[in-house]
């Protein structure tokens, strides 16, 4: 499994982790970011994973994964058993965010944290004009039947990080495709639509 087989977010977030170290992947899906550090950056490391078919193919990757619902904490991992602890696309799928968090912090030395941007230009216009929860590309689902429990914004999450005293080492935005570009970086929180965090503990 090569890394032109990433996704463009998790590609960003290979090129963050350094060659050997150790890797806990949480809502890893199928296994592809772990064995893609694998193979190319003599990583080694856990994934945890609730869906079974993702586990399956984990599991078909080589992938040491661990069925577990991430709300429950990371209790069977000691303080900085890892590295870096990523967790991509899956945090506002949380109940407790804020505690997930506390927990990457506690098991991993540096993490990253990546998740859709509610504060876009685009969800405030379609709930502003439709009076409706927004749509768009990186946000599909209807409110009904989205995965997304909480969902926020750049601020948001930067302020939660000050609650919860965590240094954002640096931050990239992207669109829905996953480009970069000067005015993304110039407003966050207005015109990127996926944020990607790397975050550790002071």
Not at 67 to 91: C, P, W
Not at 123 to 130: D, G, N, P, T, Y
């Amino acid at each position: 499994m090569s890394a032109m087989t990433l996704r463009p977010d998790l590609s960003i977030i290979s090129d963050w982790i350094q060659p050997g170290s150790r890797v806990l992947d949480l809502g890893c899906g199928d296994g592809t970011l772990l064995a893609q550090l694998r193979e190319t950056k003599e990583v080694s490391g856990y994934g945890i994973e609730y869906d079974i078919d993702n586990i399956n193919a984990c599991i078909q990757h080589g992938i040491n994964v661990i069925h577990r619902n991430l709300d429950k904490g990371l209790a069977e991992f000691g303080n900085d058993s890892f590295d870096y602890v990523i967790m991509s696309q899956t945090i506002q799928a949380m109940h407790y965010p804020d505690r997930v968090l506390v927990e990457m912090l506690r098991v991993g030395r540096d993490c990253v944290v990546t998740f859709p941007n509610a504060g876009h230009w685009a969800a405030r216009l379609h709930l502003a004009l439709k009076g409706r929860m927004p749509q768009s590309k990186a946000l599909p689902h209807e409110w009904y039947n989205t995965p997304n429990l909480h969902l926020c914004s750049v601020v948001d999450f930067e302020s939660l990080c000050h609650q919860l005293g965590i240094v954002i080492v640096s931050r990239t935005m992207v669109d829905y495709r996953y480009n970069q570009n000067i005015l993304l970086r110039a407003l966050p929180n207005l015109l990127g639509e996926i944020a990607i965090y790397h975050i550790r503990k002071k």
